[in-house]
């Protein structure tokens, strides 16, 4: 019987196994960042402790970074917290990729672009979306400060073999449907916890078509699924993503390299302990308006009434959310105003991202009233995107272009949306609170955004772009 | 990490599904760069309006469960981001043990290397102890080694990984257990040659 790449990569990391235990698995990358890594680092001193593999540890600046008026750090606590990595790394022999370096960005955006993370891998930081890697083909989740520390100190960690989850997508995308709107729906249809206890491959037609980018999008957002980790098995499009990256093999060590990543993708025969199965044919351009992801519905629906869940508690969390998102049962989504565009994120904000978001805004002006800004994933995105006049494109049109960081996902730094106001987001989580005490957060693909800037309510992309400029 | 064995306290009943970390602590609260302190901080958006006033009706602010060491959650608790900072504001707010029909992954082997017991019952269980706790306080009487929980008159069995069950009721520190297996480490190493 065949295996699939979670049981067959997790079996190439194993370094020792006994009955009644986890298994210890071997990290092979270890990514870093400034929030949830000083606490191990400070750990690692008071043990007079090593830092054991400093060439598998790469780590950079991201969460708390400012997005404008660089490099100036208003917020004390902010940057205590930067130079404390910088100097832990200085310590401990970490490279780093600090404020202002050419590879710096968000942590999971730096990481494929620079060709650190490949397939087969276990990578591992401390931040959940670390599933992002999973595109890749590597077995990639995030982990608590104490498990940083762990890593640091072993290269390994104590992990129970998850069960395996196989979300199988079918069909092909239509026009302005994205890999989001195939997360969402996703997240939507199963649950914020069918993965709970598995790692989650992404199989299927619809998958395999899709662009690392795009890929990285749909595994990013495992972890809103509950899964530990999200994967892809590695494919053609993989092996051409990664040829000729950094930190990739080279030469004839890169074709034998390639050789391997491809043997790692799950046999046709492989068997799942769970398969779920969803269509593209169901997803249209999605948007959230509760306080969870999969709170979500496609553009052409209405905020749902509480009779459609038969669950007492799904009828009170629903009103929960309501309440607090100030949305009353059936209001079109189309007819919900928004004040803020935030394009950016470990989700959208790449170069594929910010494509597909000028596509839509070229021409167009943002609405009277929203304020609208694009955070590109590293450096090296935003230089891109500037060589190819994107940052004109959407300067022109009204919005901000700002320098890279994770900004208004999780709203660390000074990119906060005030209480009470509305955010078309390309971002990964619509919490409470999550972009500023009381704000709103409506979760949207990069389209979707730009789209929702334009018309200042969410309206389905397809519609805009069918309007000549 | 402190041991943790038995633990006999009031419970303070949580009786929401997909509690997130962001909510257990925000953003805001993230930029410390010690493990300590942050308990002052736990629930706070829930704890305080925007003027910074007690909202009377939420759970942690009445009386009646002052002092409680056991969370009754429900299903999905912790879910959401890997802050570890989440565990460690309910801690050093002082509650050892977090009961709920299910956790997300990461809280959950978070509470682990921290000292908290996360126990896992039947929902039905939970939402029996949920709605008596929100009416009456009620108490509950908890032993790790034996894996019960004594209340309301009624004792279950609880479920636990006996490797986590050991780590907790010993205090261990795991990474110098670990480092017990530096021997299979360090050949697992030669025979895999590695660099970023």
């Known amino acids: 019987m065949g295996k699939n790449i979670i049981e067959k990569v997790w079996q190439q990391h194993i370094v020792y196994e006994e009955q009644g235990k986890p298994d210890l698995l071997y990290i092979d990358l270890h990514l870093v960042h400034e929030v949830t890594s000083p606490q191990a680092f400070e750990g690692l001193r008071l043990a007079n402790r090593q830092l054991r593999r400093p060439d598998l540890t790469y780590a950079t600046m991201d969460h708390n970074v400012p997005t404008k008026n660089l490099p100036i750090i208003t917020d004390p606590i902010a940057k205590k917290q930067i130079i404390t990595l910088a100097d832990n790394c200085k310590e401990f022999g970490v490279e780093l990729a600090d404020m202002g370096h050419p590879d710096q960005g968000i942590v999971h955006v730096i990481g494929p672009q620079l060709g650190l993370t490949q397939p087969g891998k276990t990578i591992v930081c401390g931040d959940s979306h670390t599933s992002t890697h999973g595109a890749f083909g590597a077995i990639a989740f995030g982990i608590g400060t104490s498990e940083v520390e762990h890593v640091m100190s072993t290269q390994t960690l104590w992990q129970a073999k998850p069960k395996t989850l196989e979300i199988r997508v079918t069909g092909q995308l239509g026009f302005g ?53 999200g994967l892809i098995s590695p494919d053609a499009i993989t092996i051409d993503y990664i040829r000729g990256r950094k930190y990739a093999p080279k030469g004839e060590a890169f074709d034998q390299a390639a050789v391997e990543w491809l043997a790692l993708a799950s046999d046709d025969d492989a068997l799942y302990d769970r398969t779920v199965t969803i269509d593209t044919s169901e997803i249209e351009p999605f948007v959230t308006w509760g306080t969870n992801p999969s709170m979500g519905t496609g553009i052409s629906n209405t905020v749902p009434f509480a009779a459609d869940f038969e669950d007492e508690s799904d009828k009170q ?10 949305l009353q049962e059936g209001t079109p989504i189309s007819e919900i105003a928004i004040q803020h565009v935030f394009i950016g994120s470990c989700t959208n904000s790449r170069m594929h991202d910010l494509r597909a978001a000028a596509e839509v805004i070229k021409g167009r002006k943002v609405a009277k009233g929203v304020t609208a800004i694009v955070v590109p994933g590293s450096n090296t995105v935003k230089q891109q995107a500037e060589a190819e006049g994107l940052h004109e494109l959407f300067l022109n049109a009204g919005f901000e272009w700002r ?33 500023g005490a009381g704000a709103r957060t409506h979760l949207v693909s990069p389209p979707m955004a730009a789209a929702a800037a334009i018309a200042g309510h969410f309206v389905d992309v397809r519609e805009v772009m069918n309007i000549p400029v | 990490m402190e041991p943790i064995n038995k633990v006999k306290s009031v419970l303070t009943p949580l009786n929401r599904k997909n509690v997130d970390t962001d909510q257990i602590i925000s953003k805001e609260f993230l930029k410390r760069i010690e493990r300590t302190g942050f308990g002052e901080f736990v629930f706070y958006h829930w704890r305080f309006d925007a003027n910074g006033n007690k909202i009377e009706d939420f759970v942690l602010n009445q009386s009646k469960y002052d002092g409680s060491k056991i969370l009754l959650a429900h299903d999905n608790f912790g879910c959401g981001s890997s802050r570890e900072h989440a565990p460690w504001a309910i801690l050093d707010y002082g509650f050892t043990v977090v009961i709920a029909p299910s956790f997300a992954d990461i809280f959950h082997n978070n509470c682990f290397k921290n000292g908290i017991l996360p126990i896992v019952l039947p929902v039905e269980i939970i939402e029996t102890l949920l709605a008596t706790a929100e009416n009456q306080t009620i108490e509950a009487d908890i032993s790790l080694e034996n894996q019960t929980i004594k209340a309301v008159g009624q004792s279950y069995h609880f479920e636990i990984d006996p490797y986590y069950k050991k780590m907790l009721i010993n205090g261990w520190d795991e990474i110098s257990l670990t480092f017990q297996y530096e021997e299979q480490i360090a050949a697992f190493e030669a025979k895999k040659s590695l660099t970023v």
């Open chain 1, 177 to 229: 449907v994205t890999a989001k709107d195939i997360i969402l729906a996703i997240i939507a249809k199963f649950g914020i916890d069918v993965g709970t206890g598995h790692i989650a491959e992404f199989t299927g037609d619809a998958i395999h078509q899709l662009s690392m980018e795009e890929r990285m999008t749909i595994c990013n957002m495992s972890i809103e699924a509950g899964a530990k980790a």
């Open chain 1, 317 to 326: 969390a629903l009103q929960k959310a309501l309440a607090y998102m100030d």
């Open chain 1, 403 to 435: 320098e890279t960081g994770c900004s208004m996902c999780l709203a660390m730094n000074d990119d906060v949306v005030p209480a009470g106001e509305r955010c078309a987001s390309t971002s990964n989580r619509n919490f409470e609170g999550r972009q």
